[in-house]
């Protein structure tokens, strides 16, 4: 199974959809994994998975606008400009 780690800015649709679906109402203290990446840094993030992939996409205020304004207007999130974005493995 692939893992990659996901920044706010590099989300698409069909990820904000597994968070939204996964997590309505939010998400909660419990929900956010912490671990070191590479370059020694302490990551939080929440976990969303597909067939063949765990995504984690890493927490910021960013995220929490950006789950809310989706989930009021889904037609104004153009994610066509992430079709080519590069992940980090972990």
Aim: glycine share 2%; aromatic share 12%; charged share 35%.
């Amino acid at each position: 199974m692939k893992r990659v780690i996901v920044d706010y800015s590099k989300l698409t649709s069909n990820i904000l959809n597994l968070l939204i679906e996964k997590y309505p109402d939010g998400y909660e203290y419990d929900d956010i994994i912490s671990f070191q990446n590479s370059k020694g840094e302490t990551i939080s993030a929440v976990e969303v998975r597909t067939d063949d992939t765990i995504f984690l996409v890493k927490i910021s205020k960013k995220l929490e606008k950006t789950m809310d304004d989706y989930m009021e207007d889904e037609k104004s999130f153009d994610d066509s400009e992430f079709d080519d974005f590069n992940n980090d493995n972990f």
